[in-house]
């Protein structure tokens, strides 16, 4: 079905489109009209301007926002460098020589879920590629969190912008633009520098994440499919404005305290301030959070022969500046038609130039077995640069002696990648840490692929040994 049937039902309003250029205000009157930094901005606001690219960018490309604030975000006290909760030390770290970068196929079991950490405490930073210095690169991260943030705290990323994936629990997501409620099944952008506080309302919380340390995401050229298909743009959510009043009469002097907590080049740093960072009354622009539901993807397959590039099922996509390479796709494999005549219908054997990181949200994928040392909800798999990879041989038998008869797969499941031209290093957390490598993947997955081969009769290699030598 084209929306998925959640069990927590929305309470928020949102703004509909992708790339839009939105406005929204809380108190009617707050937005200023004809221009955006007038002397005096309604209502005793601030006007402040958030910058996703460079003033100069072209306009395609560019991305801002005009925020109408209570108070500016720049009224806090000096960052220091945060002291890292219990078994968060150096999970962030990404520097190259402390990654491991190695040729061997990886797969991890179900991540723990967590009961004393929030979702900032709770990011694990599994592997990853580039520098944020540079802004070049992307991190790859699963979080488990088993209380919400502090009520008077917020946190923001100067490294890039989060593409979150809920797998278990729900995320009552609070930004400086208004609340995105995220539920399995569904994903989050948030942009880099944009604040937010994460609550969950359902008890705790497992996922998946990606920072994207250049560019942003955009949806994927349609080329020969059209103008519809795939993810359409009217079914990204946007938040519509909300604020909150705490605050004195200037900008140091207020009733309360709040945590604003800063990921910056991968190190966590704070700061306190006594008024609330969610007093944006109105705002407009194109630079925004948003969330989408997977399930009202419009999947695309072949209706004749052959399993298609894996690159049709993409959601969102970062280019790189060559043209068709992505530092980042956002890949899903959900419910879907198949219907190829004398076809192998699973995903094939590969070797790719890419990097294939994957994870499952819900149910079984078709090509990898479940259950204990399995591919199951709540784990990942890694296939490096050039790393072989494909169906376990128990799929692949099942596959290849299968009817070939129209046939729903994936049903109540939902399979992910990340799959980046990056050739992606692994923290000393995901490795070792997390204690969660599946040490027999290879075996169990491959170690029982059967040999078809049939041979040629005596006079056929003969004739064959012939060509090859001469030939």
């Given at each position: 079905?084209?929306?998925?049937?959640?069990?927590?039902?929305?309470?928020?309003?949102?703004?509909?489109?992708f790339?839009?250029?939105?406005e929204?205000?809380?108190?009617s009157?707050?937005?200023?009209i004809?221009?955006?930094?007038?002397?005096k901005?309604?209502?005793?606001?601030?006007?402040?301007?958030?910058?996703?690219?460079?003033?100069?960018?072209p306009?395609?490309?560019?991305k801002?926002s005009?925020?109408y604030?209570?108070?500016?975000?720049?009224?806090h006290?000096?960052f220091v460098?945060?002291t890292?909760?219990?078994?968060?030390?150096?999970?962030?770290?990404?520097?190259?020589?402390?990654?491991?970068?190695?040729?061997?196929q990886l797969?991890?079991?179900p991540?723990?879920h967590e009961?004393?950490?929030?979702?900032?405490?709770?990011?694990?930073?599994?592997?990853?590629?580039?520098?944020p210095?540079?802004?070049?690169?992307?991190g790859?991260?699963?979080?488990?969190?088993?209380k919400?943030?502090?009520?008077?705290?917020?946190?923001?990323?100067a490294?890039?912008?989060?593409?979150?994936?809920?797998q278990?629990g729900?995320?009552?997501?609070?930004t400086?633009?208004?609340?995105?409620?995220v539920r399995?099944l569904?994903?989050a952008v948030?942009?880099?520098?944009?604040?937010?506080?994460v609550l969950l309302?359902?008890?705790?919380?497992?996922?998946?994440?990606?920072?994207?340390?250049?560019?942003?995401f955009?949806?994927?050229?349609?080329?020969?499919i059209?103008?519809?298909?795939?993810?359409?743009?009217?079914?990204f959510q946007?938040?519509?404005?909300?604020?909150?009043?705490?605050?004195?009469?200037i900008?140091?002097?207020?009733?309360?305290?709040y945590?604003?907590?800063?990921?910056?080049?991968?190190?966590?740093?704070?700061?306190?301030?006594p008024?609330?960072?969610?007093?944006?009354?109105?705002?407009h622009?194109?630079?925004?959070?948003?969330?989408?539901?997977?399930?009202?993807?419009?999947?695309?397959?072949?209706?004749?022969?052959d399993?298609p590039?894996?690159s049709?099922f993409t959601?969102?996509?970062?280019?790189?500046?060559?043209?068709?390479t992505?530092?980042?796709?956002f890949?899903?494999?959900?419910?879907?038609?198949?219907?190829?005549?004398?076809?192998?219908?699973?995903?094939?054997?590969?070797r790719?130039?890419?990097?294939?990181?994957?994870?499952?949200i819900?149910?079984?994928y078709?090509?990898?077995?479940?259950?204990?040392?399995g591919f199951?909800?709540g784990g990942?798999?890694?296939?490096n640069v050039?790393?072989?990879?494909?169906?376990?041989?128990?799929s692949?038998e099942?596959?290849?002696?299968?009817?070939l008869?129209?046939?729903?797969?994936g049903?109540?499941?939902?399979a992910?990648?990340f799959?980046?031209?990056l050739?992606?290093?692994v923290?000393?957390?995901?490795?070792?840490?997390?204690?969660?490598?599946?040490e027999?993947?290879?075996?169990h997955?491959?170690?029982?692929?059967?040999?078809?081969?049939k041979?040629m009769?005596e006079?056929?290699?003969?004739?064959r040994a012939?060509?090859g030598y001469f030939?």
């Open positions: 079905m084209p929306v998925t049937n959640f069990d927590l039902k929305d309470k928020y309003r949102y703004q509909n489109g790339d839009s250029y939105l929204s205000e809380a108190v009157g707050a937005l200023p004809g221009h955006n930094s007038p002397q901005p309604p209502l005793g606001l601030y006007a402040e301007k958030l910058s996703g690219t460079a003033f100069t960018a306009r395609h490309e560019n801002q005009w925020l604030r209570i108070l500016p975000s720049c009224s006290p000096p460098e945060a890292p909760s219990k078994g968060q030390e150096r999970v962030l770290e990404q520097s190259p020589s402390k990654l491991h970068y190695i040729p061997n797969r991890w079991d991540f723990d009961s004393d950490t929030d979702f900032v405490s709770g990011l694990r930073l599994v592997a990853g590629a580039g520098d210095t540079l802004k070049q690169g992307l790859m991260y699963v979080y488990a969190a088993g919400s943030m502090d009520p008077q705290s917020a946190f923001y990323s490294d890039g912008d989060l593409l979150i994936v809920a278990d729900v995320l009552d997501i609070r400086e633009f208004g609340w995105l409620l399995p569904e994903i948030i942009p880099r520098g944009v604040r937010y506080q309302p359902s008890g705790p919380v497992r996922g998946y994440a990606l920072e994207l340390y250049q560019g942003h955009q949806l994927p050229e349609l080329g020969p059209g103008s519809n298909g795939l993810a359409n743009a009217r079914d946007a938040p519509v404005a909300c604020f909150s009043e705490d605050h004195g009469s900008a140091l002097d207020g009733p309360n305290s945590t604003i907590t800063a990921k910056f080049n991968n190190t966590l740093f704070e700061t306190k301030q008024h609330t960072p969610f007093d944006v009354v109105a705002w622009g194109n630079y925004y959070p948003y969330k989408y539901d997977l399930g009202r993807f419009n999947t695309i397959g072949s209706i004749s022969f399993h590039d894996p049709i959601v969102l996509s970062a280019p790189s500046d060559h043209a068709g992505a530092i980042a796709d890949v899903i494999f959900p419910p879907r038609w198949l219907v190829g005549e004398d076809t192998f219908r699973p995903p094939w054997y590969h790719n130039t890419m990097s294939e990181f994957m994870g499952l819900t149910g079984a078709d090509a990898k077995k479940g259950g204990k040392g199951v909800p990942a798999s890694l296939h050039m790393s072989g990879h494909g169906p376990d041989a128990a692949y099942g596959a290849r002696n299968a009817e008869k129209p046939q729903k797969v049903e109540g499941s939902c992910f990648m799959e980046s031209c050739m992606v290093g923290t000393d957390w995901g490795l070792k840490t997390c204690q969660k490598v599946q027999d993947y290879n075996e997955s491959w170690g029982g692929v059967k040999v078809h081969w041979g009769a006079g056929e290699k003969g004739r012939f060509e030939g």
